[in-house]
């Protein structure tokens, strides 16, 4: 499993960000403009958390901030609804969206569950590695690739 080095990569970040582009899509029009600007606001919240708690250092600060966007992710489908009842979505557009952001939320959840089992501590715990032990990686490496190579691997040179 390759470690994820930005939190561009993280699905749960990707989902949230396909769920902003397509709210501003759903309400470019809507004249109500406090209403526009809270479900607008409250869908960023999902993505912004995600990525402000990837990069917060620690386990622990960056599950508050997955809470916290699925706790958006919540605030946003509870104005959905009202976006339905108001008028100012069609069903089927209410059925896309909130299906979205159900997507989102689940996808956070299973993120929470996967990071509260991990034993990686958050960046402000890792170790960083000296330069002697660097090269004595890459030492080993060149020794195994040497070495180690299947036999067929070995007669293709």
């Not at 403009?33 to 995600?50: C, E, H």
């Not at 993120?111 to 715990?125: A, C, Y």
Request: with cysteine.
């Amino acid at each position: 499993m390759a470690t994820v080095q930005k939190f561009e990569d993280l699905i749960c970040w990707q989902k949230a960000r396909e769920l902003v582009r397509e709210i501003y899509r759903a309400f470019i029009n809507c004249r109500d403009l406090g209403f526009k600007d809270q479900i607008q606001r409250a869908s960023v919240s999902v993505m912004s958390n995600i990525a402000e708690g990837f990069e917060s250092g620690t386990r622990q600060e960056f599950l508050n901030y997955l809470y916290i966007a699925k706790a958006s992710s919540g605030e946003v489908r509870a104005q959905l609804y009202a976006a339905l009842d108001i008028g100012y979505l069609n069903i089927e557009t209410f059925k896309y969206l909130n299906n979205l952001v159900g997507e989102c939320s689940k996808l956070i959840s299973s993120f929470i569950k996967s990071l509260k089992t991990s034993e990686f501590g958050g960046l402000q715990f890792k170790k960083e590695k000296t330069k002697r032990q660097v090269e004595n990686e890459k030492f080993l490496e060149d020794i195994r690739e040497k070495y180690l190579k299947k036999p067929e691997e070995k007669s293709e040179k």
